[in-house]
């Protein structure tokens, strides 16, 4: 197990590694290729090929040409929406998720194991079926139609996963840490400024991760309470996939995920290290 | 445009005219704004209704159509969200029986007076009339008219097998499939394998075998109907058109095979009226391919009907209601219909717009006229696969056995029977 | 002042309370009453929009006689079994590969994990490219000579299933590639030095000193995967559409299609509860295991 010593044993492992990885560059190659050809060179030849002419046109219909109905400006104004959705809601259902996960597992109090075991289920309750209770809660808080609303539902929604993540890390302080803390006459808040918040970037990172690339990638909700102008990125995407009557754009559609891809792709290509690193240094206990 | 007939224009401008009707009345005075939601966004649909809304912009009104990209289902969710939040759109897409059952869930405006300003009922087909007024007053209004029983021929194909005449009957046409594949035509029928196109294939063949026993078995679920000989050799007909098909095409859309059907590799398609567009779009030309009425047993030819709808909900802001009131104007005006099917390649609603102008196709003036003689011969009947003929949740129930049935090649077709008399009951 | 002691205290810690119980009602509460309205919806004749009204176990006879269901409850055992495992060994195999040292380590582990920042859009449709035989690696590798290959699982309704495994497997064993890599990088070095002191091979090492560490790791990636198989919805949608026919149909497909494309919100509550149901059969006996891991534990 010493790096760089090249045994045949090695060089099997680097085979099969590199091997697995180009598996898993595929699916991405292949629409990372379509969206540098034609929607005519796609529909006349095969869906996987190489390109015959670099169509980097695609790119720039994608990004402020293309048209959803009347309006004609590709995919750019949508991808500011949906950071105008995601970026909030990351940081508020983290920050809350951190003091409630704080809450659960360092301050014992009557009831949380009942309250940590039903935000547990909500990580596995289809969002297909709060649809209609949150178009009810939406309509109660006169929030149809707004990004606040949405920045509200995958607040709460987040709630149960940054909960669930910060808990179980936080877990792993020691009780001693807080023992003294408290001794010391440190109440809910300092020791929680003082002590658990400089502990914890490693999992703070992993819950934006998280939630980020969730709430961007998030279709069902964008596009059923916002309206016009207001659509999330996906619901832009989709306007180019899903026009039943007409030809595929495989070319510019190709471009057009990719663009939408990218905030997510840059947070885990950067965030990568740090989301193993910080499951490391105690979420997965 | 030179286009329409001088009634048709009159018409037209008898319903402008009718400005004065009590309804409407308060909405003089303000300027016209109409909030629309469809699910029209790309595409010759997406161009189509942009195209319809410069001219709502032209009369002076302000525009405001939220498109939501997606399937029909995603559009729906958005407008039962407009619904219960106490907010309809002043206009929305929706089509079929679902009409009648959405005009149940709120309030809907009545457009009587607009109607019948316009003389509309007389050049409607009643099937199609009869949907947009459940309850004897008009709600909503068609817009423009697909069939979804069109059979593309390949050229190229067509020249392989030496053939030269359109199949008029299923015979003809099950005899054409075999010359072509004789002749090396691998895959003769071109379909591909969503959902509605597995009841496409159904319908085509029920309602070419016996529009009659269609009617009676999907328009009015008739449980005797359902069990008719007639569907089980539509059944049988459609395990044919199966196993003509190319088994890769499993869940693909049907444009997959455009390539192969253009080359003459696939010879024949059952599509709607929109697939025309869409070769044209991909860079294939109208000699490529010919367009002929679906295969009729009794030689004259069947009219699956789909047709795209506004609903029209009710709203109390003056603005909106003059907005409604200039939309239905437009929507049955000769002259918006020819613009809005010339760019969709579809067939207008008015049964009195001529199609012999440069703008139209000939496979647009073949569906015109199939409409007028099946009309004529009370063969125009609703497309159960485009959600025309039952309300969504019947038309699933049929549909999951019908592509169950296209999809698995062990279920006979006394099976399949059996399975969609339970799936009737079932969703009853 | 008159007010007593006690109540000046809850006065004066009342920011606390309100900061831990906020949150917590908030992700509590929104659940509590989801699932309470859709039991409540499950019981009433609602077609299109939610309706008072009762009708009994209507609905959830209903859904259990529909073919869709039992297809779907067939489809998510199965689904769930192997995706679950698959991912389990994949990850865990990826995990080891990565720890062995290995150059270029960042660039693969973003290689491993990039499949879940992307969404079902690209998942969904690249996948159904490369695995239609018509299009994908069937008839690539066919064109490279070898003819006879087949690999047209996506078209073949027994095998169809296994496409969506593949395509979770590919989008989410990453992630439990990071909590093993996780669990791995977290063993105590001097353990594992102390063992081959003691003359224990590599495999004697994997068992006797890192899986009990990574045992706890593999119960939270169950968690979290059996969370990702049963919502499951997207990637099926734009993969397979349920089919070939109703082939490849989900719990939460039917429960969305139900409720929304076929206007039965009382049916589509229904197979939602039903889902619900299921999920605590299977969470419960989870609970009962960390209540007993906790017992031994405080014991100790």
């Known amino acids: 197990m010493h790096r760089g010593a090249f045994t045949p044993g090695r060089a099997f492992v680097y085979a099969v590694v590199c091997l697995i990885a180009a598996a898993y560059l595929l699916p991405f190659a292949v629409v990372a290729l379509n969206s540098l050809r034609t929607a005519e060179e796609i529909a006349q030849t095969s869906m ?67 309250i940590y075991g039903i935000i547990t289920i909500g990580i596995f309750l289809p969002q297909q079926m709060r649809l209609l209770p949150w178009t009810i809660v939406l309509r109660e808080t006169a929030l149809t139609n707004t990004l606040t609303g949405l920045v509200l539902i995958h607040t709460i929604q987040g709630l149960s996963f940054t909960t669930l993540f910060c808990r179980n890390y936080y877990v792993a302080i020691p009780q001693e840490l807080m023992r003294a803390a408290r001794i010391d006459g440190a109440g809910f808040f300092r020791i929680f400024w003082r002590i658990v918040l400089p502990l914890s970037p490693p999992i703070l990172i992993v819950t934006v991760i998280w939630q980020f690339t969730h709430i961007w990638n998030e279709f069902l909700y964008g596009v059923t309470f916002t309206t016009g102008q207001q659509q999330p990125v996906t619901a832009a995407l989709i306007s180019l996939t899903a026009a039943v009557a007409d030809v595929p754009q495989h070319g ?34 | 445009m030179k286009t329409i007939t001088r009634r048709g224009a009159l018409a037209g401008a008898a319903g402008l005219a009718a400005a004065t009707s009590p309804g409407f009345s308060r909405a003089q005075a303000v300027k016209p704004r109409l909030t629309v939601i469809s699910q029209w966004s790309a595409g010759s649909d997406g161009a189509a209704i942009t195209a319809l809304g410069k001219k709502f912009e032209e009369k002076g009104g302000v525009w405001q159509h939220s498109p939501v990209p997606g399937f029909t289902t995603e559009m729906m969710n958005k407008l039962r969200a407009q619904i219960m939040a106490g907010d309809p759109p002043a206009c929305s897409q929706l089509k079929g029986p679902e009409i009648a059952a959405w005009s149940k869930i709120a309030p809907v405006a009545t457009l009587d007076e607009l109607v019948a300003a316009a003389g509309y009922e007389k050049v409607v087909a009643p099937d199609l009339a009869k949907l947009h007024k459940p309850g004897g007053k008009w709600i909503a209004l068609p817009l423009q008219i697909y069939s979804t029983n069109m059979l593309f021929l390949s050229k190229r194909a067509m020249d392989k097998a030496k053939a030269d005449k359109v199949p008029v009957t299923w015979a003809d046409f099950n005899a054409l499939a075999e010359q072509m594949k004789a002749a090396g035509v691998t895959h003769p029928i071109a379909n591909g394998g969503t959902r509605p196109d597995d009841g496409q294939k159904f319908e085509a063949a029920i309602a070419g075998i016996s529009p009659t026993v269609y009617r009676a078995a999907f328009m009015n679920l008739d449980a005797k109907a359902l069990k ?3 569907v089980k050799a539509a059944f049988a007909q459609v395990r ?64 699956l009907l789909n047709a795209d709808a506004f609903i029209f909900w009710q709203r109390k802001e003056a603005d909106l209601q003059a907005g409604q009131k200039l939309m239905a104007q437009l929507v049955m005006d000769p002259a918006i219909q020819t613009m809005y099917s010339q760019i969709t390649g579809s067939i207008p609603v008015r049964t009195d717009v001529d199609l012999s102008g440069a703008g139209w196709s000939d496979g647009q003036r073949r569906t015109a006229a199939a409409l007028k003689d099946a009309v004529a011969s009370n063969q125009a009947v609703l497309s159960l696969a485009h959600n025309m003929a039952q309300e969504n949740g019947m038309t699933a129930a049929i549909i999951d056995v019908l592509t169950e049935y296209v999809k698995n090649k062990s279920i006979t077709p006394d099976q399949a029977v059996a399975r969609l008399t339970d799936a009737v009951e079932g969703a009853r | 002042m008159s007010t007593r002691p006690a109540t000046l205290d809850t006065m004066r810690r009342l920011p606390e309370y309100l900061v831990i119980w906020v949150p917590l009602l908030l992700a509590a ?25 009762w009708v009994g176990l209507r ?25 679950v495992l698959l991912s389990l060994l994949m990850g865990l195999g990826l995990a080891i590969l990565l720890d062995q040292r290995i150059r270029g380590e960042n660039v693969l582990r973003s290689i491993f994990l990039y499949p879940l920042a992307l969404s079902f859009v690209v998942t969904g449709t690249a996948w159904s490219w490369l695995l239609n035989p018509g299009i994908g690696i069937q008839k690539l590798v066919n064109n490279l000579g070898w003819t006879s290959f087949r690999f047209d699982w996506l078209i073949d309704r027994d095998m169809a299933i296994w496409t969506i495994v593949i395509a979770a497997v590919w989008q989410s064993s990453g992630f439990a590639m990071a909590l093993f890599l996780a669990g791995l990088r977290s063993v105590d070095a001097d353990l594992v030095k102390a063992a081959q002191i003691d003359g224990a091979g590599p495999l004697r090492i994997y068992r006797r000193v890192i899986l009990p560490v990574l045992w ?70 989870y609970w009962a295991w960390r209540y007993v891991q906790h017992r031994r534990a405080s014991r100790a």
């Open chain 1, 48 to 114: 996987i090929g190489w390109p015959q002419s670099w169509a980097f046109g695609n790119y720039a219909i994608a990004w402020d040409k293309f048209c959803v109905a009347q309006t004609c400006s590709g995919i750019q104004p949508y991808m500011a929406n949906s950071a105008l959705v995601t970026i909030p809601a990351t940081i508020i259902s983290t920050l809350l998720g951190a003091v409630a996960g704080y809450a659960v597992s360092l301050w014992r109090f009557p009831g949380d194991r009942w």
């Open chain 3, 29 to 53: 509460g929104h659940l509590i009453s989801f699932a309470l309205w859709t039991i409540w919806v499950s019981f009433t004749p609602s077609t299109l929009v939610p309706v008072t009204g």
């Open chain 3, 216 to 285: 706890p790791i593999t119960v939270t990636v169950v968690v979290i995967q059996l969370q990702f198989a049963i919502t499951t919805f997207d990637l099926v949608r734009a993969l397979t559409g349920g089919g070939p026919g109703i082939a490849t149909q989900l719990p939460a497909l039917v429960v969305y299609d139900f409720m929304f494309q076929r206007g039965l919100l009382g049916r589509g509550a229904a197979a939602a509860v039903l889902m619900l149901l299921t999920l605590l059969a299977v969470l419960l006996p």
């Open chain 1, 252 to 285: 510019v559609q190709s471009a057009a995920v990719m663009i939408a891809a990218l905030p997510t792709l840059l947070v885990y290509l950067f965030g990568g290290r740090y989301f193993v690193r910080g499951l490391t240094a105690g979420a997965v206990k």
């Open chain 2, 240 to 303: 044919k058109i199966a196993d003509w098909m190319d088994p890769n095409t499993a869940a693909q859309h049907y444009s997959t095979n455009l390539k192969r059907f253009v080359a003459g590799e696939m010879g024949m398609m059952i599509q709607g009226g929109w697939a025309q567009g869409v070769l044209l779009n991909s860079g294939f030309k109208l000699e490529d391919f010919i367009i002929a009425p679906g295969p009729s047993d009794n030689g004259k030819p069947v009219f």
């Open chain 2, 228 to 230: 008719a000989p007639e």
């Open chain 3, 59 to 83: 609905n959830y006879n209903a859904v259990l006689a529909t073919r869709n269901w039992n297809i779907a409850f067939d489809n998510l055992l199965l689904f769930g079994t192997a995706f």
